[in-house]
Structures are given as structure tokens and as C-alpha cells.
T-cell receptor, first 109, second 116 residues
Framework: GQNIDQPTEMTATEGAIVQINCTYQTSGFNGLFWYQQHAGEAPTFLSYNVLDGLEEKGRFSSFLSRSKGYSYLLLKELQMKDSASYLCAPMDSNYQLIWGAGTKLIIKP | DVKVTQSSRYLVKRTGEKVFLECVQDMDHENMFWYRQDPGLGLRLIYFSYDVKMKEKGDIPEGYSVSREKKERFSLILESASTNQTSMYLC???????????????FGPGTRLLVL
């Protein structure tokens, strides 16, 4: 079956760095998306990886290893506004996104 | 900027009522999706559509139907609402660029539905 595993909750300090891991098993693979979702709001796109390696976009970076079924989202210089849930979503062979339950990130001053 | 709008942010209905949730996107996207989101679970796909008048079942279509008469509008219908359909409903759209379907999905603000 298809499965996504990411931590339920993480806590980090303002200004620090945090890494949110995601492991996945899907039927086929067409890339992996990361979305950010603030409480009560819609998910918004952060990154898309289809090849192995690290993609950097400002304070946020995303890494993919297809052979290991593994991705992580790295957030640097954490700000209070980064408190949100982070959703990992690989795309399967039918081009359907398989969504994880999300990691709730709590930032403390 | 892509804009996806949903007809209501909050909705309260009674068991057995027919419920219509409307979604409109203004970016001429081919693909549209309806998800529900429940605490502790990932988004679950109810139905999606790749073109006008086309619809495909997602993972949990039971108790739902959809309509796509115009490219910009995708409606979700709960034929006879039940309490287990209390949830957050999210609509999304994405373009099909050159036939590729790996494009980013853009989400509406969501409709929080309570069925009593």
C-alpha cells in the first residue's frame, strides 16, 4: 500500500534550524511536494523535488533521496510565523498526491 | 496570482440535507480537486476532474458526487449529509502544462462543514 510517515509534532526555537523528515512508499513516483499550512488556512506550496539532491529556496530547502524513499524540509533562521503544519506529499504513478498527516511545528521565542 | 475561491467558509447542515459546495478558480486551470481534511489524517481525495464534464473518483467518493459544467467551476455535492461528513473541505486546482500532471496544486480557503 501507499504510506507516508512524518513526525506529528516538533518544537524549535526562534532563530534556530529545524529539519522535518518524511519517508514514503508509493506506487510509482513523480516527484514530491512540501506544503505549509497555517491553522485554519489552506495549504500553500513550498517546494517540489523530482530528482535526488537538495533544492534551496531562501530560508527553506528540501532534499530528496528516491532510492531511500526519503525527503526532508530544512527551515533556517526560524521565525514565529513559521509556526504551522508542514505536509509531505509524494506523487504516485497516476499523478495523484499522497498526503501525509503533516508535522505541526511549534516555534518558541 | 492564482485565486481559488470557495462559496462558504463555514456551513452548518442537518442530517439528510443535500449540500452543495462550490469552488471557482480564475487561472484557466484544467485540473480541479476536492479533498477533505480531518485531524490526524492527511488530505484525502474525494473526486477530481481533468476537463469540463469529466470526473474521476478519488480515494473516498462514497456519499459524494461532483459536477463540472464550466472549466472554472467544480462543485461537490453531498446527496444526503451525514454526521461523519463533518470535516474541512478543500478545493484545489492545477494547470496541465504540455500534458504533464506534476504541476503545483493551488488551494482554496476551505469550507468547514458541520453536520448535526
Amino acid at each position: 500500500g501507499q504510506n507516508i510517515d512524518q513526525p506529528t509534532e516538533m518544537t524549535a526555537t526562534e532563530g534556530a534550524i529545524v529539519q522535518i523528515n518524511c519517508t514514503y512508499q508509493t506506487s510509482g513516483f513523480n516527484g514530491l511536494f512540501w506544503y505549509q499550512q497555517h491553522a485554519g488556512e489552506a495549504p500553500t506550496f513550498l517546494s517540489y523535488n523530482v530528482l535526488d539532491g537538495l533544492e534551496e529556496k531562501g530560508r527553506f530547502s528540501s532534499f530528496l533521496s528516491r532510492s531511500k524513499g526519503y525527503s526532508y524540509l530544512l527551515l533556517k533562521e526560524l521565525q514565529m510565523k513559521d509556526s504551522a503544519s508542514y505536509l509531505c506529499a509524494p506523487m504516485d504513478s497516476n499523478y495523484q498526491l499522497i498526503w501525509g498527516a503533516g508535522t505541526k511545528l511549534i516555534i518558541k521565542p | 496570482d492564482v485565486k481559488v475561491t470557495q462559496s462558504s467558509r463555514y456551513l452548518v447542515k442537518r442530517t439528510g440535507e443535500k449540500v452543495f459546495l462550490e469552488c471557482v478558480q480564475d487561472m484557466d486551470h484544467e485540473n480541479m480537486f476536492w479533498y477533505r481534511q480531518d485531524p490526524g489524517l492527511g488530505l484525502r481525495l474525494i473526486y477530481f476532474s481533468y476537463d469540463v464534464k469529466m470526473k474521476e473518483k478519488g480515494d473516498i467518493p462514497e456519499g459524494y458526487s461532483v459536477s463540472r459544467e464550466k472549466k472554472e467551476r467544480f462543485s461537490l455535492i453531498l446527496e444526503s449529509a451525514s454526521t461523519n461528513q463533518t470535516s474541512m473541505y478543500l478545493c484545489a486546482s492545477s494547470p496541465s502544462t504540455g500534458g504533464h500532471r506534476t504541476e503545483t496544486q493551488y488551494f482554496g480557503p476551505g469550507t468547514r462543514l458541520l453536520v448535526l
